[in-house]
């Protein structure tokens, strides 16, 4: 392995809870991408992550207790704006997030509305599969988090919306929709179509408010790197 970092870090995104998150470059593609620094491991997991909806890993590195990933990055994908709801669509992309990320045994751990990133009418969140420090008032559920993101953020309301997210934060577990079976209790709320079972596949609904919109989708990247491999820095 050699010692030259590919990925450069030109400037800082955010740091919170024991992460740092640095804005760079791709010097051999040109491409934005994101750098994540932290003390341990990424989850196991995160090198399964595929979804349209989550920032799909480039590279990874563990050594001497100090990690790294990257990934792929959009300068189109910006924080939602202030006073803006989120729109049906962007609603159901976030909660196909959550859906993707649990198939690939992944959590988040530390999930807030600073997580959303919106393109357009869709959606992606970051920071999957990070070991995130304990925080005060940090949401250690994903669900819970996401509903709290949610109400944090403005949604199509209507009752049964309502409903789902009341259930959402409930403390006791069993009474919380899964991260699986969110997506299709949150289309039936929203458009009125019959919910998937629990840990059904949700490939989109044929109703013709069918709410799939073009996935927000990062820089256009070169084939290798749909195949996440061990950083070369």
């Known amino acids: 392995m050699n010692d030259r970092i590919r990925y450069q870090a030109q400037s800082v995104y955010r740091e919170e809870h024991g992460v740092s998150a640095w804005r760079g470059v791709d010097p051999v593609t040109g491409l934005p991408v994101l750098i994540y620094r932290f003390r341990g491991e990424p989850q196991p997991g995160l090198t399964r992550l595929d979804s349209d909806q989550l920032p799909r890993l480039l590279a990874w590195r563990e050594e001497d207790g100090e990690g790294l990933a990257v990934v792929a990055f959009s300068s189109a994908w910006v924080p939602p704006e202030p006073g803006q709801p989120l729109s049906g669509a962007q609603l159901l992309d976030s909660a196909q997030a959550l ?8 959590t988040h751990g530390n999930l807030t509305e600073r997580r959303f990133l919106i393109k357009g009418d869709t959606v992606v969140l970051e920071g999957f599969g990070l070991p995130w420090s304990p925080a005060d008032g940090a949401e250690p559920d994903d669900v819970r988090g996401w509903a709290r993101s949610v109400l944090a953020l403005g949604y199509p309301e209507n009752d049964k919306v309502n409903e789902l997210l009341q259930r ?39 109703s013709p408010a069918a709410v799939r919109v073009e996935p927000a989708q990062p820089e256009s990247e070169p084939e290798a790197a749909q195949h996440p491999e061990e950083a070369q820095w």
């Open 99 to 106: 859906a993707d990320a649990d198939a690939a045994g992944v």
């Open 168 to 206: 959402a934060l409930s403390p006791v577990a069993g009474d919380r929709p899964t991260a699986a079976s969110l997506v299709g209790e949150l289309r039936a709320a929203l458009l009125g179509v019959p919910a998937l079972a629990s840990g059904a596949p949700d490939h989109g609904s044929g």
